[in-house]
């Protein structure tokens, strides 16, 4: 197993997210839906980004939190400049 391969994993057996940490254990939500939540989600996105991910594809959960993940990241830049 790669390092990522095991960062990846080990952030996800981690998550601190109590909704989608249940979902996950419960079965509702697949490993690749998690690790893609772990990312991006928050306390305060957490209940639409479960909700939305229960109702979608794991590919399709990939990349709207990648979607996310680059907004809050042009955000950052704006701010700091």
Do not use: I, W
Request: hydrophobic letters at 35%; a positive charge.
């Amino acid at each position: 197993m790669s390092l990522g391969t095991a960062r990846e994993k080990v952030r996800v057996a981690l998550y601190d997210l109590p909704q989608c940490s249940a979902a996950f254990k419960a079965g509702d939500l697949s490993y690749s839906k998690a690790r893609a939540l772990s990312r991006c989600a928050n306390p305060r996105n957490e209940s639409e980004l479960l909700s939305y991910s229960l109702c979608a594809t794991a590919a399709q959960v990939e990349a709207h939190c990648h979607q996310l993940r680059n907004a809050q990241r042009r955000q950052s830049t704006t701010d700091a400049n």
